[in-house]
């Protein structure tokens, strides 16, 4: 099984639908992130959390809410989908990088391919 | 405001030859510097981590750090088509926590 993993893998909605993406993980991390990628604009960060009750918005938060129902799980709702939130969504965990141990970076899950009509 | 910055290409590379891809970032207190490899559709995944000056080898790559010039790069050795993807560049800055700042990717391409 993979170690972080997002359902559902593809979704077609219609506008104004309410959509949930969820992710879960094994990691064992705290630390866990959505991204949205469109062509050519790179990981655009939507929400992080760094534990169930700390939750932040990133730079493109309009629109979209999150819910940490666990410290393995991190849901991603589009509350009134609209055609420009048609993207590839990732959901990411890290570990927390300490003075003795080195932050390695992200772990990504499989990404979920939204299509918005 | 702090930023990762990457030639987007596509870098056209002969099978066979060195690919060579850099990024530079604008935060002189940086820790951590990443490349993850991503193909079209795909997630990222991460090749290779640096976080100290100088060069760091694992198999055909490469990664050289240099942060007094606030530059990272990597080098593919020996590139082979599969390696045609979408290079991102990730820097660990200062300040932010163990977050990552992301530049947009280069496309490389080896061509056959």
């Known amino acids: 099984d993979a170690d972080v993993t997002q359902t559902p893998r593809n979704r077609i909605t219609k506008t104004g639908k309410r959509i949930m993406l969820e992710c879960s993980q094994t990691?064992?991390?705290?630390?866990m992130y959505w991204y949205r990628q469109d062509p050519g604009l790179g990981l655009r960060l939507i929400y992080y959390?760094?534990?169930?009750?700390?939750?932040n918005k990133g730079e493109i938060s309009d629109g979209y809410s999150v819910s940490r129902q666990a410290q393995a799980k991190f849901s991603l709702s589009l509350e009134s989908a609209i055609p420009n939130q048609t993207a590839l969504y990732f959901c990411?965990?890290?570990?927390?990088?300490?003075?003795?141990?080195?932050?390695?970076?992200?772990?990504f899950g499989s990404g979920t391919r939204l299509t918005v009509v | 405001q702090k930023e990762v910055e990457q030639n987007s290409g596509p870098l056209s590379v002969p099978e066979g030859a060195i690919a060579s891809l850099n990024c530079t970032y604008s935060d002189r207190v940086s820790q951590s510097f990443f490349w993850y490899r991503q193909y079209s559709g795909k997630s990222p995944e991460l090749i290779m981590s640096?976080?100290s000056n100088g060069d760091k080898e694992d198999g055909r790559f490469t990664a050289q750090l240099n942060k007094a010039s606030q530059y990272v790069s990597l080098l593919i050795r020996d590139s082979q088509p599969s390696d045609s993807a979408t290079y991102l560049c990730a820097v660990n800055m200062g300040d932010s926590n163990y977050q990552l700042i992301w530049g947009a990717g280069t496309k490389l391409i080896i061509k056959p």
């Open positions: 959390s760094f534990d169930v009750k700390d939750i």
């Open positions: 640096i976080y």
């Open positions: 990691k064992g991390h705290d630390r």
């Open positions: 990411a965990t890290s570990d927390f990088g300490t003075t003795d141990s080195r932050f390695n970076g992200y772990t």
